[in-house]
């Protein structure tokens, strides 16, 4: 489904990823995880046409997608739940779902996309009317995860799901996101939190200064000497 060869990507004329190569197969959880500051993000942002790699391609089922902007890569079902979340905290749940929508204006196709969400997240629709900034870490995550599917995409890009959320919510964000996953949605996302990412992925690449120097199942790559030895202590 997704296919990233060779790519490099820079900030002004600054090398940040280095020769990247790494595909999702359609159906798949596929994990990118390594820690602060090894271009996780910037990866995603590659992939969703805010990066504009400087060598190497994306494809994205079939099509060379390298050089489309940001906001046609949506339309092709692509969609990015950025790092941090971006939500609008004075806008209530249900206005910042509804932002992501905005390639649609058929009211019933919203409402039938919305009620998918509130269908995954069912505290969602019980605080709609809430301003999003008096919502948990854990609920403003799913009005996150719930804006990415409000576009209906293909492909979900999560950066850094488990961010900024209470360690007991952690394992059910990752349970929402075998569900949606289970529900159509081939999924690629990026985590700090290694351990947890490697449990709840397919497949896995490890990203070390902007290149990968691991990649295979989450069970294999979890239990390697490099993951228990330079992410767990172990
Ligand atoms: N907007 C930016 N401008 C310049 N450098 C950046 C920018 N964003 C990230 N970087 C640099 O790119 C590298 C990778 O960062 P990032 O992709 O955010 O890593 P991660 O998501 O793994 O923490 C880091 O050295 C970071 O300082
Ligand atoms: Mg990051």
Redesign the pocket.
């Known amino acids: 489904m997704l296919n990233v060869e060779k790519i490099q990507l820079k900030?002004?004329n600054?090398p940040?990823i280095h020769d990247v190569t790494f595909r999702v197969e359609k159906g798949e959880i596929v994990a990118l995880v390594?820690g602060?500051?090894?271009?996780?993000?910037?990866?995603l942002r590659g992939v969703a046409g805010l990066l504009t790699p400087s060598l190497g391609t994306v494809s994205f089922e079939g099509r060379d997608i390298t050089k489309t902007q940001a906001f046609d890569i949506v339309s092709l079902g692509i969609s990015l739940v950025p790092?941090g979340r971006r939500l609008f905290p004075s806008l209530s749940v249900y206005k910042n779902l509804r932002l992501g929508a905005y390639l649609t204006d058929d009211g019933k196709e919203i409402e039938k996309r919305m009620d998918y969400v509130y269908s995954i997240f069912p505290t969602l629709k019980e605080r709609k009317d809430q301003r999003a900034s008096t919502l948990s870490g854990g609920e403003q995550q799913m009005v996150a995860i719930g804006r990415g599917l409000m576009s209906q995409p293909k492909l979900l890009l999560l950066d850094e799901p488990s961010w900024g959320i209470a360690p007991k919510l952690v394992d059910k964000i990752f349970e929402v996101i075998r569900e949606i996953r289970n529900n159509g949605v081939t999924i690629l996302l990026?985590e700090q939190d290694v351990q947890e990412a490697l449990e709840a992925c397919d497949r896995a690449y490890v990203?070390q200064t902007?290149r990968v120097v691991m990649e295979g199942t989450g069970r294999d790559v979890l239990n390697s000497e490099l993951i228990q030895k330079a992410f767990l202590g172990l």
């Not at 602060?36 to 990866?43: A, E, F, L, M, T």
């Open positions: 900030y002004g600054i940040v390594g602060n500051g090894n271009g996780k993000s910037s990866i790092e990026v990203i902007g």
